[in-house]
């Protein structure tokens, strides 16, 4: 029975997609560790303060380049608009990773003077130079996606990892500093142009069109401004501990957030990427996609809680074996930090389920108030220092996630019992 139970568990197509996008995760792993030490090693706490800035400003103006949104609408598009979809997407992301760039090299200079750091201008607009890259290969990833081939995506993220991390490891210890971090972004990405034009036929269309955009733009804004509160919220903290408690103290914290929520937020991440195309495959019927989510929630759960409880307990050995003892003062926020993705798990799910039901004004109010809730408890907690401010966006996950969760999935299926009981 036992045998037969974890049979099941590990087949399917969404387990499958899994096993790729795990695969290329572990490469990621591998090729990190590394890089994670030689960075812990080779940098001070001051220089990853100054990474976790020019990280921050990076994902708030990504958010805008609306990948996530244009992406998830050729997901889930009907297969007769798809070729308009993707035709439109493509202008409507050109337009807006152009304007981005510009965004962001012209704010580089008042980022850097509000934090006193000349030395941001140049990383911050140089970083800029990837979001005029991911219009060549948006829309061919998004059909990849679409059609559930996520292996390739997984060796984009394999191949993509190996470039990057090599190339960090090399740049810092030619001791560059942040350009070690901030060039191989650039250098990597284009793999994702080669290898997604190779497997996939759709091109670039020579002829401006901009048909049903209003379609594309209504879904992608909600998801943009979701997308944007997402990113708020991972990156408030950062901006709230490098003003009030200083670059040295931001660096402890940012190494302990990548170090404990970093590794699980990734492996949590490969579950995700495979469920929202799975259960929009099914969209239309509305038992076997109740039945796709839930089953996929407890796979994802069984996988990801036993891996987050390992890392928590064994913090204090590995910590300082392999990053080195002057990071042992981050253990403790390392290990509240773990626990709070436990909660995030369910968060993420619950949003792809709204996505997925064409629910993104409801996904948008939810998270307007967790974000208005993560704020005022980030403000509240900072003067107890980064241990405080950990312990404080533990406690918010614990209350509002749940509640959240509880509310969507009585909404989204109750709604449907009527046609439920016909099928």
């Not at 387990?15 to 960075?39: C, D, P, S, Y």
């Not at 994702?192 to 034009?197: E, S």
């Not at 269309?205 to 991972?234: A, H, I, Q, Y």
């Not at 981050?330 to 773990?338: D, F, N, R, Y």
């Amino acid at each position: 029975m036992l045998i037969k139970r974890v049979k099941q568990l590990l087949s399917g197509q969404f387990i499958r997609n899994v096993g790729w996008l795990g695969t290329a995760e572990l490469v990621n792993r591998i090729f990190r560790l590394g890089t994670t030490v030689t960075l812990a090693r080779m940098f001070s706490s001051q220089d990853y303060g100054a990474m976790a800035l020019i990280y921050t400003i990076f994902e708030f103006a990504n958010v805008f380049t609306l990948r996530g949104g244009i992406g998830a609408k050729i997901i889930q598009a009907d297969e007769k608009d798809v070729e308009t979809i993707c035709n439109t997407s493509f202008w409507i992301n050109l337009i807006l990773c152009v304007s981005v760039f510009f965004f962001q090299c012209i704010i580089a200079l008042p980022v850097a003077q509000f934090y006193g750091n000349p030395q941001l201008v140049l990383p911050i607009c140089v970083l800029a130079g990837v979001y005029l890259i991911y219009p060549v290969f948006m829309v061919n990833s998004a059909l990849i996606e679409r059609n559930n081939h996520l292996k390739i995506t997984a060796i984009c993220n394999a191949v993509q990892a190996f470039v990057g991390n090599v190339i960090t490891v090399v740049f810092a210890l030619l001791g560059m500093g942040v350009w070690a971090v901030v060039l191989p972004i650039i250098l990597s990405t284009p793999v994702w142009v080669i290898i997604t034009w190779m497997n996939n036929p759709w091109r670039p269309p020579t002829k401006f069109s901009l048909d049903n955009w209003r379609e594309v733009f209504n879904f992608g804004r909600n998801m943009l401004l979701v997308e944007f509160l997402n990113k708020l919220r991972n990156n408030l903290d950062y901006l709230i501990v490098g003003k009030f408690l200083g670059a040295e103290q931001l660096g402890i914290y940012f190494f302990a957030f990548n170090g404990g929520s970093g590794i699980s937020m990734n492996v949590i991440n490969t579950f995700m990427s495979a469920l929202y195309p799975y259960i929009c495959a099914v969209r239309e019927d509305w038992l076997e996609f109740k039945k796709r989510y839930i089953n996929s929630i407890r796979k994802v759960i069984s996988f990801v809680i036993p891996l987050i409880l390992i890392q928590s307990i064994l913090a204090p050995i590995y910590v300082p074996i392999i990053f080195g003892q002057k990071w042992t003062s981050a253990v403790p926020i390392l290990i509240i930090i773990c626990l709070s993705v436990i909660l995030r798990v369910f968060g993420w799910a619950n949003s792809l389920l709204l996505t997925a039901v064409d629910k993104t004004d409801i996904n948008l109010y939810l998270n307007v108030i967790f974000t208005v809730l993560f704020a005022a408890t980030v403000l509240l907690t900072v003067q107890w220092g980064i241990i405080g401010v950990a312990a404080g966006i533990l406690v918010v996950h614990i209350i509002y996630v749940p509640l959240s969760v509880f509310w969507s999935y009585r909404y989204v299926f109750s709604k449907h019992n009527s046609l439920l009981s016909k099928i």
